[in-house]
């Protein structure tokens, strides 16, 4: 694959490659803030500037009209836009897969917060199982029998005969 760079004083760089095959592949990034604060856009030459202005929410009528004038694309665009936003059918559609998304963020959110929850209280639990099983081996080390530890720790015998044998 080769590549080619191009400009990036305007925020946005491409990379031009050819595959293996000799296909030509374009890859735009661009850095939106940067080339919003771009004083010079060159709308007429540079057809991606026209689409990101284009698609900008505050694009004004009039840069509307002279993008649409410049670019059949763009125009064909625009008509897309407002036949699909006069619509009843498909505002309905847009708006219950919105709530669809909306409703599946909302899903994984919770179950990460489950998970979290879940996680914490094994965490807690695994740790008091160490800090018994660290109890028995400290007094079993001095020399205490399992009715003292009991008395001591508050475990029942049968636990502490437990982890009496993984110790061992």
């Known amino acids: 694959m080769t590549r080619k760079m191009l400009g990036d004083k305007t925020g946005i760089l491409d990379v031009r490659a050819k595959t293996k095959d000799g296909m030509q592949l374009d890859i735009h ?3 939106i803030p940067k080339f919003n604060e771009l004083r010079n856009k060159n709308l007429k030459k540079d057809k991606l500037q026209g689409w990101l202005i284009f698609l900008r929410d505050d694009i004004s009528e009039e840069t509307l009209k002279e993008l649409i004038d410049m670019d059949k694309e763009i125009k064909k665009a625009e008509k897309t836009l407002e ?8 505002i309905e559609l847009y708006r219950a897969r919105e709530k669809a998304l909306h409703e599946r ?28 099983i660290l109890i028995v081996k ?4 001095m020399g205490m029998d399992t009715d003292f530890i009991a008395k001591a720790s508050g475990l029942d015998e049968e636990r502490i005969e437990e982890i009496k044998r993984k110790l061992n």
């Open 29 to 31: 990034f661009i850095e």
């Open 83 to 90: 036949y699909l936003s006069s619509d009843p059918k498909t």
């Open 105 to 132: 963020a909302n899903m994984i959110s919770s179950a990460k917060e489950e998970g979290i929850k879940q996680g914490i209280k094994q965490g807690i639990e695994r740790g008091e199982q160490q800090k018994e």
């Open 138 to 141: 400290n007094l079993l080390s």
